[in-house]
């Protein structure tokens, strides 16, 4: 069926070609001027804001939040998910 099909395409659509990677595109942005640099050093900043947004919510909700359910007596998610990933599993009739 899949070689039908294969056939059908090449026969109806002989002109395109498959591509696995698209050419490299030659750039013409100097890299070493002053507004470059500057919108870089933008990104920069904004790239880590973002990572370190990502590890405050990888903590789950930061430390405050952590300590507030451990005083609760509670569990942190990725702690409750690790227990429950390591607690042995029975099948029935095997256990």
Same mark, same amino acid.
């Given at each position: 069926m899949r070689s039908v099909i294969q056939r059908t395409i090449r026969t109806t659509f002989p002109y395109v070609q =498959? #591509?696995?990677? #698209?050419?490299? /595109?030659?750039s013409n942005v100097p890299t070493s001027s002053p507004e470059f640099l500057l919108k870089a050093q933008a990104m920069d900043a904004l790239v880590a804001d973002v990572e370190a947004k990502m590890a405050e919510a990888r903590l789950g909700g930061g430390t405050k939040a952590? %300590?507030?359910? =451990?005083a609760k007596g509670?569990? /942190?998610?990725r702690e409750r998910s690790a227990d429950s990933s390591s607690a042995p599993t029975y099948t029935?009739? %095997?256990?």
């Open positions: =498959r #591509a696995y990677h #698209a050419p490299v /595109l030659p952590a %300590e507030r359910m =451990r509670k569990k /942190l998610p029935d009739g %095997e256990g």
